[in-house]
């Protein structure tokens, strides 16, 4: 999957990955509508509500994009509807060949690990037969319990040639409370990187880079630099664009020589689009066009901002 992902960022020129992150905030009128004209204002009448939402993005956005990152919260809100709706949302990313990148922030002791692992990205065995459970293509992990917490999760990786995203430093504005903290002279999220790149090691893809990522904030571009200088076969997951204020040209440092190694995600930025005073000429009916549009200029934006051309 790896692999698959630098070939899908070569072919698209887009080191992107649009977050799908629907908030009932965020779905415009005529769609929560329909769907609770359905189903009621129930959980199964919001969770239909995102689905469509959602289905329609991808449809607007899937030729112009690598990868999504699905975020469970926001499905895991609407209780088992919403899980549905989250497993229905996969599937379709899936048959539009995108990578699918499940934001699940999983990590606990070692049996547990290896439960959520299972259930993510590998086969739950049944008496004589095997289920995939979500079927992501790779998983965001936090770290912090340690070697025997996330080594289950790269166990199940390697056969099936998966991967993860492994919280290093993130981009929200309390991250520093731990993670700036110094331990030996260095800050924790640099010893963090340096797991990474031990961990990564064990599971590496033909393209040189590692299935064993990293997350660093986009929101952190002088830490960004050092962790690059860290973590240089490790792909880095950098949120933090869009909606928390961080622009292509804070990116510059994210990206190797060879123009790749990071993938830059934005969630409201893209499936609100709509409701910015900039693309505010679609309308809400239009909602699923604005996205495109801002995709669109998400990648100039990088490719520009970031230096890739
Ligand atoms: O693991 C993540 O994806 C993540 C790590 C991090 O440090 N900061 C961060 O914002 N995220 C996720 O990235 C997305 C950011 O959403 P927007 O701010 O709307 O673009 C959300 O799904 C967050 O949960």
Known sequence: MIDKLV????????????GLDPMLDYVPEFVKQKAYAEQGETLEGAAEAIWQFNKAIIDAVYDLIPAVKPQIAMYEQFGIPGIM????????????????????????????????????LGKAQVGSRSYYGFNEDFITINPYMGTDSVQPFIDVAVPEKKGMFILTKTSNPSSGEFQDRLIDGRPLYEWVAEKVVEWGSQHMGECGYSYVGAVVGATYPEMGKVLRGIMKKNFIL???????????????????????????????????????????????????????QAVLDMIEDIQVGAGLR
């Open 7 to 18: 070939e899908k960022i070569r072919r698209t020129g887009a080191p992107i990955e649009v």
């Open 85 to 120: 709706a989250f497993k229905k949302t996969l599937d379709y990313c899936h048959e539009k060949d995108l990578i699918v990148i499940g934001d699940i922030k999983r990590g606990d002791i070692g049996s547990t690990s290896g439960a959520y692992a299972t259930g993510h």
């Open 238 to 292: 950098v949120p933090g664009y869009g909606a928390q204020g961080a622009k292509g040209s804070d990116l510059v440092n994210y990206f190797n020589e060879d123009g790749l190694g990071a993938i830059v995600n934005s969630s409201r930025g893209i499936i609100a689009a709509y409701k910015q005073p900039k693309y505010e000429k679609f309308g809400p009916e239009g909602f699923a066009d604005a996205s495109r």
